[in-house]
């Protein structure tokens, strides 16, 4: 039961350009949602996060966005850059510290 | 502050053996979670532990165990190895307290089972 889905495995953009994420829940009774970066061959690390009472949460280039009723996010990334190319994996906990992530979205910026 | 460690990095067995994976949390962490990563599936949930007790577990066979140490380290053990135990098994670190629950992670242990 995949209860954060990333339907999208592959995203390739144009440097400059603006990247857009998105993620789908199944659980109304998540509190967070986060989102992490992974490279290869290093462990992901944590990038922005949104309380299930806002709709939206903005650090520098990146802005998650939050939409209850759809029970879908999404992240944006503008203007996207060639270190940006990762993997984005989008994850939902309920505060108790049990964390469910989704299947990852590869992110490719093009020079 | 020294990241999160994990040991060994990469890891061959056969089918039927026994691995243990080891995990050094960030210095003051008290939280240690386990998950696995393989092609597709993301990253799955194995198990939570803080302070030496384990609070929150995942959808695992009961081949996969735990354990976290007074100092806050922590092992996992995989029993009977299986070819689909092949995967990256990641540990993450977090102060086990607060809301958001921000997780920091360590570089993995790369498992091959032949």
């Known amino acids: 039961d995949q209860q954060v889905k990333q339907n999208s495995p592959s995203l390739s953009v144009q440097e400059g350009r603006i990247s857009i994420l998105n993620c789908d829940y199944t659980?109304?009774?998540?509190?967070?949602f986060l989102w992490y970066k992974k490279y290869p061959a290093e462990g992901p690390t944590f990038l922005i996060s949104i309380s299930s009472i806002k709709d939206k949460n903005e650090d520098g280039r990146f802005t998650v966005f939050l939409n209850k009723s759809a029970k879908h996010l999404s992240l944006h990334i503008v203007p996207s850059q060639p270190g940006d190319s990762a993997v984005y994996f989008c994850a939902a906990n309920t505060g108790g510290f049990k964390t469910i992530f989704g299947a990852g979205t590869r992110l490719f910026v093009k020079a | 502050k020294a990241g999160v460690t994990q040991t060994p990095r990469y890891l061959i067995k056969t089918r039927g053996q026994q691995v243990t994976l080891s995990c050094s949390p960030i210095?003051?962490?008290?939280?240690v979670s386990w998950y696995q990563q393989t092609p597709g599936q993301g990253l799955q949930f194995l198990f939570e532990?803080?302070?030496?007790?384990?609070?929150n577990k995942g959808n695992f066979p009961g081949r996969f165990s735990g354990r976290q140490f007074s100092n806050s380290r922590s092992e996992m053990n995989v029993s009977t190895l299986e070819l689909g135990d092949s995967a990256l098994y990641l540990c993450?670190?977090?102060?086990?307290?607060?809301?958001?629950?921000?997780?920091?992670f360590g570089p993995g242990t790369r498992l091959t089972v032949l």
């Open positions: 210095s003051g962490h008290r939280s």
């Open positions: 659980n109304s009774m998540f509190d967070y």
């Open positions: 993450a670190s977090s102060s086990g307290q607060g809301a958001i629950n921000e997780q920091f």
């Open positions: 532990y803080f302070s030496e007790t384990q609070r």
